[in-house]
Protein backbone atom coordinates (compact mmCIF):
# COMPACT_ATOMS: atom_id res chain seq x y z
CA UNK A 1 0.00 0.00 0.00
CA UNK A 2 1.10 3.16 -0.82
CA UNK A 3 0.27 7.00 -0.24
CA UNK A 4 -2.00 8.63 -3.17
CA UNK A 5 -0.27 10.50 -5.06
CA UNK A 6 -0.22 14.22 -5.86
CA UNK A 7 -0.27 15.66 -9.02
CA UNK A 8 0.78 19.42 -7.79
CA UNK A 9 4.07 20.42 -7.11
CA UNK A 10 5.41 19.90 -3.68
CA UNK A 11 4.21 22.87 -1.22
CA UNK A 12 7.07 22.54 1.62
CA UNK A 13 10.79 21.70 1.22
CA UNK A 14 10.93 19.19 4.30
CA UNK A 15 14.74 18.82 5.93
CA UNK A 16 14.30 15.29 8.16
CA UNK A 17 16.85 15.06 10.33
CA UNK A 18 18.18 11.96 12.03
CA UNK A 19 18.25 8.53 10.21
CA UNK A 20 16.62 6.37 13.06
CA UNK A 21 13.64 3.75 12.53
CA UNK A 22 11.32 7.52 13.66
CA UNK A 23 13.84 9.71 10.89
CA UNK A 24 13.34 7.56 8.31
CA UNK A 25 9.45 6.61 8.99
CA UNK A 26 8.40 10.39 8.88
CA UNK A 27 10.25 11.20 5.33
CA UNK A 28 8.80 7.87 3.47
CA UNK A 29 5.18 9.09 4.58
CA UNK A 30 6.00 12.87 3.70
CA UNK A 31 7.42 11.96 0.53
CA UNK A 32 4.68 9.72 -0.32
CA UNK A 33 2.19 12.02 -0.66
CA UNK A 34 3.92 13.34 -3.46
CA UNK A 35 3.36 17.50 -2.47
CA UNK A 36 7.00 17.97 -0.70
CA UNK A 37 10.61 18.10 -1.45
CA UNK A 38 12.21 15.83 1.64
CA UNK A 39 15.82 15.39 2.11
CA UNK A 40 16.57 12.79 5.31
CA UNK A 41 20.01 13.62 7.10
CA UNK A 42 21.76 10.68 8.39
CA UNK A 43 24.43 11.43 11.20
CA UNK A 44 27.01 8.27 10.10
CA UNK A 45 28.56 9.24 5.90
CA UNK A 46 28.49 5.18 5.44
CA UNK A 47 25.32 4.24 6.81
CA UNK A 48 23.66 7.44 4.85
CA UNK A 49 25.61 6.13 1.39
CA UNK A 50 23.78 2.76 2.47
CA UNK A 51 20.35 3.69 2.62
CA UNK A 52 20.70 6.01 -0.43
CA UNK A 53 22.07 2.89 -2.68
CA UNK A 54 19.97 0.29 -1.37
CA UNK A 55 16.72 2.54 -0.50
CA UNK A 56 16.60 0.89 2.32
CA UNK A 57 17.13 1.30 6.40
CA UNK A 58 18.22 -2.18 6.80
CA UNK A 59 19.01 -2.00 10.34
CA UNK A 60 16.18 -0.41 11.64
CA UNK A 61 12.98 -0.98 9.21
CA UNK A 62 14.01 -3.77 7.24
CA UNK A 63 11.89 -4.18 3.99
CA UNK A 64 10.39 -0.71 3.86
CA UNK A 65 11.39 1.18 0.70
CA UNK A 66 12.22 4.91 0.24
CA UNK A 67 10.75 6.04 -2.44
CA UNK A 68 13.17 7.59 -4.98
CA UNK A 69 12.58 11.20 -4.63
CA UNK A 70 14.08 11.06 -1.24
CA UNK A 71 17.43 12.71 -0.93
CA UNK A 72 19.65 11.41 1.28
CA UNK A 73 22.87 12.77 3.13
CA UNK A 74 25.25 12.98 5.99
CA UNK A 75 25.92 16.23 5.02
CA UNK A 76 23.77 18.99 6.98
CA UNK A 77 24.43 21.63 4.48
CA UNK A 78 23.06 19.97 1.51
CA UNK A 79 19.90 18.54 3.63
CA UNK A 80 18.83 21.51 5.20
CA UNK A 81 19.33 24.31 2.18
CA UNK A 82 16.25 26.14 1.31
CA UNK A 83 14.19 24.12 3.86
CA UNK A 84 10.80 25.58 4.47
CA UNK A 85 10.33 22.66 7.36
CA UNK A 86 12.69 20.71 9.69
CA UNK A 87 11.89 18.29 11.13
CA UNK A 88 14.21 16.75 14.11
CA UNK A 89 13.69 12.95 14.68
CA UNK A 90 16.69 12.60 16.74
CA UNK A 91 16.96 11.49 20.40
CA UNK A 92 16.88 14.09 23.35
CA UNK A 93 20.59 13.15 24.06
CA UNK A 94 21.32 13.96 20.63
CA UNK A 95 19.58 16.74 20.06
CA UNK A 96 22.36 19.41 20.93
CA UNK A 97 25.33 18.13 18.95
CA UNK A 98 23.01 18.19 16.09
CA UNK A 99 21.67 21.45 16.72
CA UNK A 100 25.80 22.34 16.66
CA UNK A 101 25.86 21.20 12.96
CA UNK A 102 22.41 22.94 11.83
CA UNK A 103 23.54 26.59 13.70
CA UNK A 104 25.27 27.93 10.84
CA UNK A 105 22.91 26.16 7.76
CA UNK A 106 19.50 26.30 8.91
CA UNK A 107 17.55 29.01 7.08
CA UNK A 108 16.83 31.92 9.01
CA UNK A 109 12.62 31.40 8.01
CA UNK A 110 12.41 27.60 8.73
CA UNK A 111 10.09 26.04 10.94
CA UNK A 112 11.37 23.52 13.27
CA UNK A 113 9.45 20.69 14.57
CA UNK A 114 10.64 17.97 17.02
CA UNK A 115 9.59 14.38 17.24
CA UNK A 116 12.14 13.88 20.19
CA UNK A 117 10.05 12.24 23.31
CA UNK A 118 12.46 12.98 26.27
CA UNK A 119 13.97 15.64 29.22
CA UNK A 120 17.42 16.84 28.79
CA UNK A 121 19.66 15.19 31.94
CA UNK A 122 22.12 17.66 32.83
CA UNK A 123 19.99 20.64 32.25
CA UNK A 124 16.27 18.92 32.59
CA UNK A 125 14.77 20.90 29.86
CA UNK A 126 12.64 19.68 27.23
CA UNK A 127 13.38 19.15 23.42
CA UNK A 128 11.66 22.57 22.16
CA UNK A 129 14.10 24.20 24.55
CA UNK A 130 17.61 22.95 23.31
CA UNK A 131 16.34 23.52 20.21
CA UNK A 132 15.88 27.33 20.90
CA UNK A 133 18.92 27.53 23.28
CA UNK A 134 21.05 26.66 20.06
CA UNK A 135 18.82 27.92 17.01
CA UNK A 136 17.20 31.25 18.62
CA UNK A 137 14.05 31.97 19.70
CA UNK A 138 11.66 30.59 17.00
CA UNK A 139 8.48 28.49 17.09
CA UNK A 140 9.10 24.96 17.87
CA UNK A 141 6.27 22.37 16.84
CA UNK A 142 6.36 19.22 18.85
CA UNK A 143 4.89 15.81 17.76
CA UNK A 144 3.39 13.62 19.73
CA UNK A 145 0.85 10.55 20.26
CA UNK A 146 0.87 7.08 19.58
CA UNK A 147 3.23 6.49 16.35
CA UNK A 148 5.35 3.47 16.56
CA UNK A 149 7.78 4.10 12.95
CA UNK A 150 7.04 0.29 11.92
CA UNK A 151 3.48 0.79 11.18
CA UNK A 152 3.90 4.40 9.98
CA UNK A 153 6.22 3.43 7.40
CA UNK A 154 4.08 0.93 6.41
CA UNK A 155 0.71 3.18 6.13
CA UNK A 156 -1.10 1.73 8.59
CA UNK A 157 -3.43 4.18 9.93
CA UNK A 158 -1.68 6.72 12.56
CA UNK A 159 -2.87 9.92 14.11
CA UNK A 160 -0.75 12.24 16.24
CA UNK A 161 -0.59 15.73 17.44
CA UNK A 162 1.34 18.84 16.83
CA UNK A 163 1.82 21.46 19.48
CA UNK A 164 2.59 24.67 19.66
CA UNK A 165 2.09 27.75 20.98
CA UNK A 166 1.68 29.32 18.06
CA UNK A 167 -1.25 27.85 16.82
CA UNK A 168 -1.38 29.01 13.74
CA UNK A 169 2.55 27.24 13.46
CA UNK A 170 1.05 23.94 14.66
CA UNK A 171 -2.26 24.04 12.09
CA UNK A 172 0.74 24.58 9.35
CA UNK A 173 2.19 21.60 10.41
CA UNK A 174 -1.08 19.65 10.57
CA UNK A 175 -1.99 20.51 7.05
CA UNK A 176 1.95 19.84 5.67
CA UNK A 177 1.97 16.61 7.16
CA UNK A 178 -1.75 15.16 7.28
CA UNK A 179 -2.55 12.18 4.18
CA UNK A 180 -5.06 9.26 3.54
CA UNK A 181 -2.72 7.42 6.23
CA UNK A 182 -1.10 9.99 8.86
CA UNK A 183 -3.50 12.37 10.74
CA UNK A 184 -2.46 15.32 12.53
CA UNK A 185 -4.89 17.64 14.69
CA UNK A 186 -3.66 21.04 15.93
CA UNK A 187 -3.12 21.87 19.44
CA UNK A 188 -1.78 24.81 21.42
CA UNK A 189 -0.43 23.20 24.77
CA UNK A 190 3.46 22.74 23.38
CA UNK A 191 4.57 21.95 26.70
CA UNK A 192 2.08 19.28 27.44
CA UNK A 193 2.65 17.81 24.04
CA UNK A 194 6.84 16.97 24.98
CA UNK A 195 5.63 16.79 28.55
CA UNK A 196 3.53 13.62 27.91
CA UNK A 197 5.73 12.22 25.51
CA UNK A 198 8.37 11.93 27.81
CA UNK A 199 6.66 11.24 31.10
CA UNK A 200 4.61 8.31 29.36
CA UNK A 201 7.85 6.29 28.15
CA UNK A 202 9.15 5.94 31.50
CA UNK A 203 5.63 4.42 32.31
CA UNK A 204 6.07 2.28 29.57
CA UNK A 205 9.49 0.99 31.27
CA UNK A 206 7.46 0.00 34.34
CA UNK A 207 4.32 -1.64 32.33
CA UNK A 208 7.16 -3.91 30.66
CA UNK A 209 8.30 -5.00 34.17
CA UNK A 210 4.73 -5.82 34.92
CA UNK A 211 4.92 -7.89 31.56
CA UNK A 212 8.49 -9.70 32.73
CA UNK A 213 7.38 -10.32 35.80
CA UNK A 214 4.12 -11.86 34.57
CA UNK A 215 2.42 -10.18 36.97
CA UNK A 216 -0.92 -9.97 34.84
CA UNK A 217 -3.30 -8.10 33.16
CA UNK A 218 -4.89 -6.91 36.63
CA UNK A 219 -1.23 -5.40 37.72
CA UNK A 220 -0.61 -3.56 34.36
CA UNK A 221 -4.01 -2.29 34.07
CA UNK A 222 -3.40 -0.68 37.31
CA UNK A 223 0.19 0.28 36.67
CA UNK A 224 -0.59 2.22 33.51
CA UNK A 225 -4.00 4.01 35.59
CA UNK A 226 -1.97 5.15 38.28
CA UNK A 227 1.15 6.11 36.11
CA UNK A 228 -1.45 8.71 34.13
CA UNK A 229 -2.91 10.03 37.47
CA UNK A 230 1.30 10.60 37.99
CA UNK A 231 1.80 12.31 34.24
CA UNK A 232 -1.27 14.49 35.16
CA UNK A 233 -0.27 15.47 38.98
CA UNK A 234 3.25 16.31 37.23
CA UNK A 235 1.76 18.38 34.66
CA UNK A 236 -0.55 20.32 36.72
CA UNK A 237 2.58 21.69 38.88
CA UNK A 238 4.20 22.49 35.05
CA UNK A 239 0.80 24.87 34.40
CA UNK A 240 -0.08 22.41 31.73
CA UNK A 241 -4.04 20.91 30.86
CA UNK A 242 -4.52 17.96 32.15
CA UNK A 243 -7.11 18.10 29.12
CA UNK A 244 -3.87 17.47 26.87
CA UNK A 245 -3.22 14.32 28.64
CA UNK A 246 -6.33 12.98 27.84
CA UNK A 247 -5.79 13.21 23.98
CA UNK A 248 -3.47 11.65 21.81
CA UNK A 249 -0.04 12.80 23.62
CA UNK A 250 -0.92 11.44 26.75
CA UNK A 251 -3.86 8.56 26.96
CA UNK A 252 -2.94 7.82 23.24
CA UNK A 253 0.59 7.30 23.55
CA UNK A 254 0.41 5.69 26.93
CA UNK A 255 -1.63 2.89 25.75
CA UNK A 256 0.70 2.22 22.43
CA UNK A 257 3.89 2.01 24.16
CA UNK A 258 2.80 0.46 27.58
CA UNK A 259 1.97 -2.34 24.83
CA UNK A 260 3.17 -2.58 22.25
CA UNK A 261 5.86 -5.29 20.22
CA UNK A 262 7.19 -2.34 18.78
CA UNK A 263 7.90 -0.34 21.45
CA UNK A 264 11.63 0.06 22.87
CA UNK A 265 10.56 1.48 26.18
CA UNK A 266 8.41 -1.50 27.61
CA UNK A 267 11.23 -4.03 26.08
CA UNK A 268 13.54 -2.65 28.53
CA UNK A 269 11.17 -3.08 31.49
CA UNK A 270 10.31 -6.41 30.05
CA UNK A 271 14.01 -7.86 30.23
CA UNK A 272 14.50 -6.00 33.38
CA UNK A 273 11.91 -8.01 34.88
CA UNK A 274 13.27 -11.06 33.44
CA UNK A 275 16.45 -10.30 35.72
CA UNK A 276 18.49 -8.92 32.50
CA UNK A 277 21.04 -5.63 33.74
CA UNK A 278 20.37 -2.53 31.99
CA UNK A 279 23.89 -2.53 31.25
CA UNK A 280 23.14 -6.33 29.24
CA UNK A 281 19.61 -4.97 27.74
CA UNK A 282 21.59 -1.40 26.08
CA UNK A 283 24.39 -3.39 24.74
CA UNK A 284 21.45 -5.83 22.65
CA UNK A 285 19.65 -2.93 21.47
CA UNK A 286 19.86 -1.00 18.14
CA UNK A 287 17.99 1.68 18.71
CA UNK A 288 17.71 4.01 22.16
CA UNK A 289 14.88 3.80 24.51
CA UNK A 290 14.48 7.97 25.73
CA UNK A 291 12.97 6.87 29.05
CA UNK A 292 15.85 5.14 30.42
CA UNK A 293 17.30 8.93 30.27
CA UNK A 294 13.88 10.58 31.09
CA UNK A 295 13.50 8.07 34.12
CA UNK A 296 16.37 10.30 35.48
CA UNK A 297 15.03 13.57 34.49
CA UNK A 298 11.72 13.04 36.06
CA UNK A 299 12.85 12.08 39.18
CA UNK A 300 14.93 15.32 39.35
CA UNK A 301 12.24 17.40 38.43
CA UNK A 302 9.99 15.50 40.58
CA UNK A 303 12.30 15.91 44.00
CA UNK A 304 12.79 19.58 43.11
CA UNK A 305 9.17 20.21 42.57
CA UNK A 306 7.96 17.71 45.48
CA UNK A 307 5.83 15.95 43.22
CA UNK A 308 4.36 12.84 44.21
CA UNK A 309 5.21 9.94 41.60
CA UNK A 310 5.89 6.42 43.31
CA UNK A 311 6.06 4.45 40.38
CA UNK A 312 8.42 6.43 38.77
CA UNK A 313 10.76 6.52 41.58
CA UNK A 314 10.79 3.07 41.61
CA UNK A 315 11.28 2.79 37.67
CA UNK A 316 14.52 5.40 38.40
CA UNK A 317 15.65 2.67 41.82
CA UNK A 318 15.44 -0.41 39.24
CA UNK A 319 17.60 1.32 36.31
CA UNK A 320 20.20 3.22 38.59
CA UNK A 321 19.95 1.92 42.41
CA UNK A 322 20.23 -1.34 42.16
CA UNK A 323 16.23 -2.34 43.59
CA UNK A 324 15.22 -5.12 42.23
CA UNK A 325 11.81 -5.02 39.89
CA UNK A 326 10.33 -7.34 42.57
CA UNK A 327 11.50 -5.63 45.59
CA UNK A 328 9.68 -2.66 43.66
CA UNK A 329 6.44 -4.13 42.63
CA UNK A 330 6.05 -5.14 46.31
CA UNK A 331 6.88 -1.55 47.72
CA UNK A 332 4.51 -0.33 45.21
CA UNK A 333 1.36 -2.58 47.26
CA UNK A 334 2.67 -1.64 50.40
CA UNK A 335 2.29 1.67 50.12
CA UNK A 336 -0.14 3.93 52.80
CA UNK A 337 -3.47 3.52 52.38
CA UNK A 338 -5.66 6.13 50.11
CA UNK A 339 -8.30 7.67 48.28
CA UNK A 340 -8.48 7.79 44.82
Known sequence: MTEQQQTSSPSETIAVMGGGAMGTACAVILAGSGRHDVRLWVRNPTFANHIRETRENSRLLPGVRLPETI????????????????????????????????????????????????????????????????????????????????????????????????????????????????RVYSNPDLVGVELGGALKNVIAIASGICDGLSLGDNAKAALITRGLAEMIRFCRLMSVSPETLYGLAGIGDLIATCGSRHSRNRHVGELLGQGQSLEEIQQSMHAVAEGVFTARSVHSLAQRHQIEMPIAEEVCNVLFNGRSPSDATADLMRRPLRGE
Open 71 to 182: HVSADPRSVLQDASIVLVCIPTRGIRSAGELMADVLPPDALLVSAAKGIEVDTLIRPSEILQELLGNRPVVALGGPCHAEELARYQPTSVVAGCSDVSQAERVRDAFSGESF
